[in-house]
Structure formats: structure tokens, C-alpha cells
């Protein structure tokens, strides 16, 4: 059984920075195609980034692209979040979801079928 484990969020203030980290459990990194997404409360869960199963391809939304980067370790089977130039707006749950490896780029939520328990980020003015 497939098992993603989130940690890393907290409290910051503006600017700050924070890296999340989600650790596979129950398969290799390789097997999988990861993400991050969040939700912040009262809107929908939106893409923030991923990386293919061999780390060679990543993807950002427009608002993480420049401040954000995720990467994998393989030898730890986890994948981490690095959060620079937080800002209130990034104030959200994160969390981290797995596809079967693919070529495919996909954005959508809806792909994904391993998901985490969800990470806390709140980003003080």
C-alpha cells in the first residue's frame, strides 16, 4: 500500500521561507510522477508544481514559478518543496499527490491517485 507522508509546513512571516517534504512509503520515488498542490479555505485545490519520476522535468504555476522548486532524493524516497519569498497569499494546506510514472504532463488533480494527509502553511503580514 502506497503511503505519502507530508511535513514541513508552519507559521512565517512575509518572506520568509519554509520547505515541505513528502516521503513515499510503500513503493519507490521512481514508480511515480509527484506533485504539490494546495487549497486554500473556501477555494479550490490548485496546482503548485510537479516533477516526472526520473527528476529530469518540472512544472510550476505561474505563481510558484521563481519563488518555488521541487526536487526528489531518490536514496530518501521523498520529495521536497522549497518555498522562497513566501507571501500571504501562499497561505494555504499543502499537499503532496502521485501518479504511475508517465510522459504525460498533467495539472489537473484528478490524475493523481496517491495523495497525502496535508500540510499546514500560514504566512503572517
Known amino acids: 500500500q502506497v503511503q505519502l507522508v507530508e511535513s514541513g509546513g508552519g507559521l512565517v512571516q512575509a518572506g520568509g521561507s519554509l520547505r515541505l517534504s513528502c516521503a513515499v512509503i510503500?513503493?519507490?520515488?521512481?514508480?511515480?510522477?509527484m506533485a504539490w498542490f494546495r487549497q486554500a479555505p473556501g477555494k479550490e485545490r490548485e496546482f503548485v508544481a510537479l516533477?516526472?519520476?526520473?527528476?529530469?522535468?518540472?512544472e510550476y504555476a505561474d505563481s510558484a514559478k521563481g519563488r518555488f522548486t521541487i526536487s526528489g532524493d531518490s536514496a530518501k524516497n521523498t520529495v521536497f518543496l522549497q518555498m522562497n519569498s513566501l507571501a500571504p497569499d501562499d497561505t494555504a494546506a499543502y499537499y503532496c499527490?502521485?501518479?504511475?510514472?508517465?510522459?504525460?504532463?498533467?495539472?489537473?488533480?484528478?490524475?493523481?491517485?496517491?495523495w497525502g494527509q496535508g500540510t499546514q502553511v500560514t504566512v503572517s503580514s
Open positions: 516533477i516526472n519520476w526520473n527528476g529530469y522535468f518540472t
Open positions: 510503500g513503493r519507490t520515488l521512481s514508480s511515480f510522477d
Open positions: 499527490a502521485a501518479r504511475p510514472r508517465s510522459t504525460a504532463v498533467l495539472v489537473d488533480s484528478k490524475h493523481y491517485n496517491y
